[in-house]
């Protein structure tokens, strides 16, 4: 079992920045697929951000150039730092942690994102 902790969620103006943070219960980072996604109200979960086990990072069109993923193996930690920040990126914020190999799948309690025109 692995237990997915978020962080950093609030209300931000149009414009402003905030730093997500996601902590493990343990040490994943060598065989997981750390990833970010987001849900809005009526719409589905969608992939935002994700690293690999290999450092190599993925990003959703939408947040290219805004957002950036990335991750502290000491602290066990993953981040979403979020720049530029838009009105359509109100969203709940959901840390997860995907295993390729054996389709473990973890996900986080969410964290609120909102941000105001």
């Known amino acids: 079992q692995v237990q997915l902790v978020e962080s950093g969620g609030g209300l931000v103006q149009y414009g402003g920045s905030l730093r997500l943070s996601c902590a493990a219960s343990r040490n994943i980072f060598s065989s997981y697929i750390m990833g970010w996604y987001r849900q809005a109200p009526g719409k589905q979960r969608e992939l935002v951000a994700a690293?690999?086990?290999?450092?190599?990072?993925n990003y959703a069109d939408f947040v290219k150039g805004r957002f950036t993923i990335s991750r502290d193996n000491a602290k066990i930690m993953v981040y979403l730092q979020m720049n530029s920040l838009k009105p359509e990126d109100t969203a709940v914020y959901y840390c997860?942690?995907?295993?390729?190999?054996?389709?473990?799948?973890?996900w986080g309690q969410g964290t609120q994102v909102t941000v105001s025109s």
């Open positions: 690293i690999t086990s290999g450092g190599i990072t």
């Open positions: 997860n942690a995907f295993h390729h190999t054996t389709s473990y799948n973890y």
